[in-house]
């Protein structure tokens, strides 16, 4: 080892001596920043102190890598990352968010160093070195919370997916199946009577007639909701088609649509369409109500949609007595938009089902 070397490895190493003796004034800096920004992460506890220890996780990378004179990345380390990932896609928090606090904090490291190491024979050598640990450190980090974060998603998605197929499941059973099994057993009856009771077979076919056509009419409804493999490209359209094909008999349905459809990306439309949808069809068939309104208003920044009748009403804090998952799947699916969805209902004064999507487009194209 050249006399060069060593003193740049001495450098180095009386370089980390100073950085980890302001270690802690880093992480207070960072902390002061990411509160001053009324940075989300600040506002959790949990989720600041994840990131206070995965920025002291960063600095041990930065320390270990000036005394070995080469980056050094811990990728045990990772187990945290990936972590914070996970529980950042539970509560909502936008990678985004992530990208923003990491900023900080490589500003926090690097305004620091910059200062400490000013009385350095080669301060910009020792701060490249500095920076390129960071980075890789960083980076890793990232890769490992994107994805844990990627995968909860997945999850997530395919739960809803899997209440989306049970739902259809349920309606083809009750509605389809339910409608086959009266025909069949009035067709039955009717040849039963056919030639003891003529009347009584007449109206069996009768009722068998009525309960085919309804089939019918349930099972067109049904496979139009899943013929289309496109994504959905006008919400209004969408809400109409339904509408034309849903047994509204006896109900005084009213939709209204404001705003431009294009502030609105064609994935954010198809997922709002399943959701009125769902809120819709059980207003319809369980609500008994004699009005339904659909009120779906978009902004450049907000799609907000309602719908409310005037029927039966139910307690929101009790399970559904059919057992079925259709709250669940929707308030699923405007989670995954990082939406909201309130509902407001008491038993004989109606209902009111409620959903605020944010939208991360500007004025339409």
């Known amino acids: 080892m050249t006399e060069g070397d060593v003193g740049l490895s001495a450098e180095m190493h009386r370089a980390a001596d100073l950085i980890e003796a302001q270690s802690c004034e880093i992480l207070a800096r960072y902390e002061t920043e990411l509160?001053?920004?009324?940075?989300?992460?600040?506002?959790?506890?949990?989720?600041?102190?994840?990131?206070?220890?995965?920025?002291?996780?960063?600095?041990?990378?930065?320390?270990?890598?000036?005394r070995a004179g080469q980056v050094q990345v811990d990728r045990s380390h990772g187990t945290l990352a990936r972590t914070i990932g996970a529980s950042r896609a539970a509560s909502g928090v936008h990678p985004h968010e992530s990208i923003m606090a990491a900023s900080f904090f490589y500003g926090a490291v690097l305004s620091t160093v910059s200062r400490l190491l000013a009385v350095f024979a080669d301060p910009l050598g020792l701060f490249a070195r500095i920076a390129m640990t960071l980075e890789q450190s960083i980076s890793?980090?990232?890769?490992?919370?994107?994805?844990?974060?990627?995968?909860?998603?997945?999850?997530?998605?395919?739960?809803?997916?899997?209440?989306?197929?049970?739902?259809?499941?349920?309606?083809?059973?009750?509605?389809?199946?339910?409608g086959i099994s009266v025909a069949y057993r009035n067709l039955e009856l009717f040849e039963l009577y056919r030639d003891s009771d003529p009347e009584k077979s007449i109206a069996r076919a009768a009722t068998a007639e009525k309960a085919i056509r309804e089939t019918m009419q349930n099972l067109r409804a049904v496979t139009s909701d899943l013929h289309s493999k496109e994504t959905l490209k006008n919400l209004e359209k969408a809400l109409l088609h339904y509408l034309e094909t849903a047994d509204c008999d006896g109900v005084d349905v009213r939709l209204q649509s404001n705003g431009d459809e294009r502030w609105a990306r064609p994935e954010v439309l198809d997922e709002a369409f399943l959701m009125i949808r769902e809120a819709s069809h059980n207003s319809l068939?369980?609500?008994?109500?004699?009005?339904?309104?659909?009120?779906?208003?978009?902004?450049?920044?907000?799609?907000?949609?309602?719908?409310?009748?005037?029927?039966?009403?139910?307690?929101?804090?009790?399970?559904?007595?059919?057992?079925?998952?259709?709250l669940s799947s929707m308030r699923e699916r405007s989670g995954l938009l990082k939406g909201l969805m309130l509902v407001n209902s008491r038993i004989g004064l109606g209902t009111q089902v409620e959903f605020l999507i944010p939208l991360e487009t500007g004025a339409p194209a």
């Open 35 to 66: 509160r001053a920004a009324h940075h989300v992460i600040a506002s959790d506890p949990v989720a600041l102190s994840q990131a206070l220890v995965h920025a002291g996780q960063i600095i041990a990378d930065v320390l270990t890598s000036l």
């Open 285 to 326: 068939r369980h609500a008994g109500a004699s009005v339904l309104l659909i009120n779906v208003t978009i902004t450049p920044h907000e799609l907000r949609a309602s719908v409310e009748d005037d029927g039966c009403g139910f307690d929101p804090r009790q399970p559904p007595e059919s057992g079925g998952v259709g």
């Open 140 to 178: 890793m980090r990232v890769r490992e919370a994107m994805g844990s974060y990627t995968v909860f998603l997945l999850e997530r998605m395919q739960d809803a997916q899997l209440d989306e197929r049970r739902r259809i499941a349920r309606d083809l059973h009750d509605r389809i199946g339910h």
